[in-house]
T-cell receptor, first 115, second 111 residues
Framework: NAGVTQTPKFRVLKTGQSMTLLCAQD?????MYWYRQDPGMGLRLIHY???????AKGEVPDGYNVSRLKKQNFLLGLESAAPSQTSVYFC??????????????FGSGTRLTVV | GEDVEQSLFLSVREGDSSVINCTYT??????LYWYKQEPGAGLQLLTY?????DMKQDQRLTVLLNKKDKHLSLRIADTQTGDSAIYFC???????????FGDGTTLTVKP
């Protein structure tokens, strides 16, 4: 049981380049999330999805796009990378109803540097 | 929207108890969680408490919830060096369908 897998784990981009971060989960979770983590700022929600084919904006969506074409995958795209997008990106997934205290399952993160 | 606050740092001696505090603003939060993040890793769910409970104990971990004051705490008994990590409090709102995280408390355990 792999849980949540993020690829790649590390990436260095030049300003203006584009890239896609992939998140895959094998737990049949309905909900998926993308967060960024920056020093002193905790976790900030970028976009999330409550089901296949649906996406919604979080706190800091500007400069990012997402797609959820398949239930198990949630893609985060950067169309034109900027140094301000240097961060550690985490994907998480969960059941639609957090009964029994089921929480989020997180991936191990993607460390992105934009130079 | 929901706001979740935590103190940023806590330092304790090995063998002592650690208490990490958290406050939240949305009284309709149904579940409150504690996650642990070790260096270079993602967050792992440690424990949770349902909003109609006052206390939950799980081995060395004790979660206390004061729903009136919207205050949550995590007590770690007999803290070990392996407990050094960042601990995140999170409040889940059923209507919103998502959790709001605090900024995390960095726990340092000194030998």
């Amino acid at each position: 049981n792999a849980g949540v897998t993020q690829t790649p784990k590390f990436r260095v981009l030049k300003t203006g380049q584009s890239m896609t971060l992939l998140c895959a989960q094998d737990m049949n979770h309905e909900y998926m999330y993308w967060y960024r983590q920056d020093p002193g700022m905790g976790l900030r929600l970028i976009h999330y999805s409550v089901g296949e084919g649906t996406t919604a904006k979080g706190e800091v969506p500007d400069g990012y796009n997402v797609s959820r074409l398949k239930k198990q995958n949630f893609l985060l795209g950067l169309e034109s990378a900027a140094p301000s997008q240097t961060s550690v990106y985490f994907c998480a997934s969960s059941y639609s109803t957090l009964g029994q205290g089921n929480g989020y399952t997180f991936g191990s993160g993607t460390r992105l540097t934009v130079v | 929207g929901e706001d979740v606050e935590q103190s940023l740092f806590l330092s304790v001696r090995e063998g002592d108890s650690s208490v990490i505090n958290c406050t939240y603003t949305d009284s309709s939060s149904t579940y409150l969680y504690w996650y642990k993040q070790e260096p270079g890793a993602g967050l792992q769910l440690l424990t949770y408490i349902f909003s109609n409970m006052d206390m939950k104990q799980d081995q060395r971990l004790t979660v206390l919830l004061n729903k009136k004051d919207k205050h949550l705490s995590l007590r770690i008994a007999d803290t070990q060096t392996g407990d050094s990590a960042i601990y995140f409090c999170a409040a889940y709102n059923t209507n919103a369908g998502k959790s709001t995280f605090g900024d995390g408390t960095t726990l340092t355990v000194k030998p």
